[in-house]
């Protein structure tokens, strides 16, 4: 049996002699000590067992990793909900909610004592909370109002989390991953809130309908950041007043993950026809994307994908139309919006477009040729029908000011 330094095996190793087809089990009782390394995925494993063989005169030796995974975890986790907040300060919220889930990693009973630490001049109810725990695995949940003051500067901040178990704290979130083919293993990560505090901009009566793809978490964020989002159902869809909503907008890759959208796209044509405002975020071209039939005019995306894409996040972009209402209401973007980006500028450019669609910005990889077609835009009917393969999405889930501000913008177009 091989275990890290410090670790005692606390079972003498023996032989066993083996008769054909015969098998054998050795139990070997192992103490931790208290200050042992915790897991880390990528570690190598914690116990392995080495076998040797002896046949006549033939040895041979086996080094062999047990079944399962041994790990050594703080004896509480800490997960924060939500686990990024937006801050407005053009409309701060006077109450943020955040749930703490603590879960008990040691055997039996025992008592957590858990705070959160905020940045100077925030407020937060209760301080400290106290749960207790019957048996190990066992979760609960405390529910905290963080307060931010009402004068709070741009900037990023951090919500931390901390917990004290028999006089020793603990700070971090253990996500479990677990699946059949590969077993149960542990991610372990600082138990932190990433805040970041901009000025967003908004229509006051924006009313958005969002049809989520479940390949994003676009609708979350906005609904986080103060504007009125509504998830749209597949009843919704098939037999709803789309007309309410004076936007709606499409998760990325929509048309590939729900059935009803496609079935349905009539009525979404129909909503713009009739004055609404649809935004469709990037799509792949097998994404049930259909190039003469899914927007109101033919739209091809690009194909094949490695040559339709901006990956370097820093590109210039070069706005077309700064006179448009996209870069000026309700939010002036400027060059810090396109800044800090994260991953890349947009994937699966559009390829060839109806002349009735407005271009409206261009950007390129270092040495290639610019796109145009980042944000195309047309006018159907009495409404307005924008396709964009920008990764918003990604901006957004990733805290980047601009990506929020940009995208409100598309969804509040033609908005008052």
């Known amino acids: 049996m091989n275990v890290p330094k410090g670790w005692k095996i606390k079972t003498k190793a023996k032989d066993v002699n083996l008769a054909p087809n015969k098998s054998a089990t050795m139990t070997y009782l192992v103490e931790v ?25 033939t040895k041979t030796s086996i080094k062999e990793e047990l079944d399962g995974t041994i790990a050594v975890l703080p004896d509480v986790g800490l997960t924060l909900s939500p686990e990024d907040i937006v ?48 048996e190990k695995s066992e979760e609960k949940q ?33 996500q479990e991953i677990s699946y059949d083919h590969i077993g149960t293993f542990y991610y372990q990560y600082p138990a932190v809130i990433n805040t970041v505090a901009f000025e967003l901009l908004k229509p006051a009566s924006l009313k958005v309908g969002y049809i989520e793809s479940g390949f994003d978490k676009v609708a979350d964020y906005l609904s986080n950041a103060g504007l009125n989002i509504t998830k749209l159902t597949a009843a919704d869809l098939a037999e709803g007043d789309l007309s309410q909503y004076d936007t709606i907008v499409t998760g990325i890759r929509a048309y590939l ?41 033919p739209l091809t995306l690009g194909n094949p994908s490695i040559r339709w894409r901006v990956t370097d996040e820093k590109a210039t972009v070069n706005v077309s139309k700064p006179e448009s209402a996209l870069f000026n209401y309700p939010n002036k973007i400027t060059s810090d919006d396109w800044s800090n980006w994260v991953q890349e500028r947009g994937l699966y450019f559009p390829m060839e477009w109806d002349e009735r669609f407005e271009t409206f910005i261009s950007m390129a990889d270092p040495n290639e040729e610019p796109f145009d077609g980042g944000i195309l ?27 929020y501000r940009i995208m409100t913008n598309l969804i509040s177009y033609g908005a008052k």
Do not use: C
Not at 34 to 57: N, R, V
């Open 257 to 297: 993950s729900r059935e009803d959208l496609k079935a349905n796209n009539a009525r979404l044509l129909e909503y713009v026809e009739n004055g609404g405002h649809l935004v469709v975020q990037y799509h792949k071209p097998g994404d049930g994307w259909d190039a003469l039939k899914t927007a109101p005019y």
């Open 377 to 403: 835009m047309a006018k159907y009917g009495n409404g307005t029908y924008l396709y964009t393969n920008l990764v918003l999405y990604r901006q957004i889930q990733g805290q980047v000011p601009g990506g």
């Open 87 to 134: 801050v407005n300060t053009a409309d701060v919220k006077e109450e943020i909610p955040v749930t703490v889930t603590l879960k008990n990693y040691t055997e039996g009973k025992t008592t957590a004592k858990v705070a959160l630490k905020v940045p100077e001049n925030w407020g937060v109810h209760p301080k400290n909370a106290t749960v207790s725990f019957n």
């Open 142 to 174: 405390v529910k905290v109002t963080l307060r931010p003051p009402k004068a709070i500067q741009n900037g990023e901040y951090q919500i931390k989390a901390a917990a004290t178990v028999n006089g020793k704290t603990f700070d971090s979130t253990i």
């Open 33 to 57: 000590p208290e200050d042992a390394a915790y897991y880390h995925a990528y570690d190598e494993p914690t116990i392995t067992t080495s076998i040797s063989y002896k046949y006549g005169s």
